[in-house]
């Protein structure tokens, strides 16, 4: 191991907040916290730093730079914006297979599909149930507020219209012609039109909104980073791979690099962790924070045993897959869903299923068109595998997607609802071949997916409660100064694309955070 140093800007020896990660919450919250002059905050992040304008043509509009190509995005152009080494077994009988993460300022808010769906009331009722004090429907729906200008509804009391993120839908004129299928067979199938999903209790049909303003994406790099560049009392660092906390008893002091530097806070300062539910959770197990077990496993001293890297949920996703005419293909920039339909199945909570438009599936490979079903509140749970003690070594996740029978249900009757929409004449219309889907339980397990939105693996809770790893105020429980805040402390996850919800909760912790110190 290298020789350890304490690194230090010039007169910024310590630092009143260190925050891990620049992604979609460490960025909010840096950008946040240095509004204060009086506070000194140091930003590590593992990929690069760069300029919002620099973003590569590839991340930057809704195409992901393929302009009217249908093709798969071209990511191997620019692979330094990539976790490229964690891995996740989806279900029983599957293999590994990479599961990518955003790296360098932005996270994965600079290479997302660009949904900006909002969680739903229930969900948030449910975190306050599991002990999530103060997390309840208000707090969420004042904090989607206050991220956002909504640039359809922005004069909605349940709007913001002055937030740093964008969001927009596309008029019905550029929906692609799967998109108009959907949205036919829906209707006449009894599902309520609602022309904003981010409404307060709205279901069924919808246009998905997307973070994005003239047709460009905003990510956190854009909408945080950039107009803070100049504060003085903000130092941004990219390629600095943290490694674990240090410690000094059961105080967190600082973090310590790959490289073995240490960057220290001063005293009564914090450590807040936002690397996602993939590197937040290594990062406490590598601290000594974690299963007892698996911590002994890897020749790690145990500082406090909590069950992170438990818990793990994404939402599971299956296809009916239609060969379609080429002309239904096309959409304005080609993307592969402007419509969705949302709905209850009486098992989970309120809008526990989406149905998704699927206007081509050039993206993964395929040149069919079809309905994906997504399953939004999964009852079965994975958990994260620390593979060693190197940073550099990625986490393996067994996510055990439809191990739960319930999620199997609701998966079989999803498919079935898809199915009958595809009989509808509008889809008639436009289908070239016979349609295509798992044919039982066995074949919907083997081919189930994820949608990278991997949440929970630090779940938030009460102090006593055996599953939770930090409490209502996002402190690791046991430890003094450090925070995780990001989707691993979600202790379910929310119904939709979790990216305006991981805004929405950085948002939130800092007003609690604010609102605690000015008390």
């Known amino acids: 191991m290298p020789n350890r140093r304490i690194w230090s800007a010039p007169d910024m020896s310590t630092w009143d907040y260190i925050v891990v990660g620049a992604g979609s919450a460490g960025a909010l919250i840096a950008s946040r916290l240095s509004a204060d002059p009086s506070v000194r905050v140091l930003l590590l992040e593992a990929g690069l730093d760069y300029r919002a304008a620099d973003t590569p043509k590839e991340f930057k509009d809704r195409t992901k730079g393929l302009g009217l190509a249908l093709e798969a995005p071209k990511n191997h152009l620019n692979p330094e914006f990539y976790w490229h080494n964690t891995t996740a077994t989806r279900a029983s009988g599957q293999q590994a297979f990479p599961y990518r993460r955003g790296r360098g300022l932005g996270g994965s808010s600079t290479i997302n599909g660009l949904y900006a769906i909002r969680g739903v009331a229930d969900d948030f009722r449910t975190w306050e149930r599991l002990g999530a004090a103060g997390w309840g429907p208000d707090t969420m729906l004042d904090a989607y507020r206050a991220i956002e200008t909504d640039l359809d509804f922005g004069e909605q009391p349940y709007h913001g219209a002055t937030g740093p993120t964008p969001v927009y839908r596309e008029p019905e004129q550029g929906w692609g012609g799967v998109d108009k299928a959907v949205h036919e067979a829906a209707l006449d199938a009894g599902y309520p039109w609602h022309p904003d999903h981010n409404a307060p209790s709205s279901t069924g049909i919808s246009p998905t909104a997307m973070n994005i303003r003239n047709g460009d994406r905003v990510s956190t ?48 300062g914090e450590v807040f962790l936002c690397g996602g539910s993939t590197s937040s959770p290594a990062i406490l197990m590598r601290s000594g924070i974690g299963p007892a077990d698996d911590l002994r496993a890897a020749g790690i001293p145990v500082r406090r045993d909590l069950p992170v890297g438990r818990n793990a949920q994404d939402h599971a996703v299956t296809f009916v897959e239609v060969p379609v005419m080429g002309a239904a293909q096309t959409s304005v920039a080609n993307r592969p869903t402007y419509i969705l339909v949302r709905y209850s199945s009486g098992i989970g909570r309120d809008n526990d299923m989406m149905l998704l438009a699927t206007n081509h599936n050039y993206w993964f490979g395929r040149p069919t068109a079809g309905i994906a079903v997504s399953l939004e509140q999964p009852y079965s749970r994975g958990h994260m595998v620390l593979r060693s003690t190197d940073p550099h070594d990625e986490p393996h996740f067994e996510l055990n997607f439809l191990s739960d029978e319930r999620d199997v249900t609701r998966m079989r009757d999803g498919l079935d609802r898809a199915r009958a929409l595809i009989e509808h004449d509008a889809w008639q219309r436009i289908i070239t071949g016979e349609p295509m889907s798992p044919r039982d339980d066995v074949e919907m397990v083997s081919t189930v997916k994820d949608t990278m939105h991997l949440s929970g693996t630090a779940r938030m809770g009460h102090e006593d409660d055996p599953e939770a790893v930090v409490d209502s105020d996002c402190c690791v429980i046991g430890m003094k100064d450090l925070r995780v805040v990001d989707a691993s402390v979600m202790p379910t996850i929310p119904s939709a694309n979790t990216y305006l919800s991981v805004l929405a909760l950085a948002e939130a912790f800092v007003d609690r955070k604010l609102m605690g110190a000015q008390s």
Request: aromatic share 6%.
């Open 221 to 268: 790099n854009h909408a945080y980073l950039e107009p803070t560049r100049g504060r003085s009392n903000l130092t941004i660092l990219g390629n600095t791979l943290v490694d674990r906390v240090l410690f000094e008893g059961d105080h967190a002091v600082g973090v310590v690099d790959a490289t073995g530097q240490e960057y220290r806070a001063r005293s009564g």
